[in-house]
C-alpha cells in the first residue's frame, strides 16, 4: 500500500504494524488504550454513521476538544476517508469566533470534548443555519454522544461505500480547514 493520503496512514499502520495500543489516553485517572485494528474499526464506523447522517464529500465537520483524545483522532480518520472536511476548532476562542468559523465553513456538525464546549457551540448554534447537530465525547446529560454515530455505522453493510468514496479521494481534495486568528 502507498501513502498518498492523511487516512491511508491507520490502514497502512494496520497492514504492517499492528499495535495493540496504537493510542492511549487517559479518562478519569485511567489509561485506555486502543489497538490498531480497534482505531480502523471505529473509524470505519464513524465514516458508516455519517453517511447515515447524510455528510457527502466536501461537507464540514468540526472537532473541538480541550485535551488531546483518541476520539478527536477517530473522527478525523473517519471524516477524512468519505471525502468530508475536518474543521479543528481551537476550544478557547470567543463564541463569536465560533460564528464566524462555523458560518463561514459551512459546519454541518460538531463533536465537542465535554459540556463546558456544548455549552459554548450551543450559544451559537441558532446563528449557524447549516448546523445540523453537535455531539460529544464525554457523557453529557441531556447530550446527543457520538456513540450514536458508532452505533448508526454499526452495520457493515455499507462498508463498500466507504471504500468507493475513499477509492475517489485525491491527493489534491481538501481534507482540514484551520483558521487562525489575526
Known amino acids: 500500500m502507498t501513502i498518498k493520503r492523511i487516512f491511508d496512514f491507520a490502514r497502512h499502520a494496520l ?11 487517559k479518562y478519569h485517572g485511567e489509561w485506555q488504550k486502543i489497538s490498531t485494528k480497534e482505531f480502523v474499526d471505529q473509524g470505519n464506523k464513524i465514516s458508516r454513521g455519517l453517511l447515515k447522517l447524510g ?11 480541550t485535551a488531546t483524545r483518541t476520539e478527536w483522532a477517530v473522527m478525523d480518520f473517519g471524516i477524512s476517508q468519505i471525502g468530508a472536511v475536518s474543521v479543528p476548532v481551537y476550544p478557547t476562542i470567543s463564541p463569536e469566533d465560533y460564528d464566524f468559523i462555523f458560518n463561514n465553513a459551512d459546519v454541518q456538525y460538531c463533536f465537542v470534548s465535554d459540556r463546558e464546549l ?16 453537535v455531539f460529544t465525547f464525554d457523557q453529557v446529560d441531556g ?10 455505522g454499526s ?27 489575526g
Open 143 to 152: 447530550a446527543a454522544n457520538w456513540n450514536e454515530i458508532l452505533d448508526l
Open 15 to 25: 497492514e504492517n504494524y499492528p499495535q495493540d495500543d496504537m493510542f492511549i489516553t
Open 55 to 65: 455528510i457527502k464529500p466536501s461537507d464540514k465537520i468540526a472537532l473541538i476538544t
Open 155 to 181: 452495520d457493515e453493510a455499507t462498508q463498500s461505500e466507504v471504500a468507493d468514496l475513499s477509492n475517489s479521494i485525491n491527493t489534491e481534495d481538501l481534507a482540514t480547514i484551520i483558521y487562525t486568528s
Open 118 to 133: 456544548l455549552d459554548k457551540v450551543n450559544k451559537i448554534k441558532p446563528n449557524v443555519s447549516s448546523l445540523k447537530g
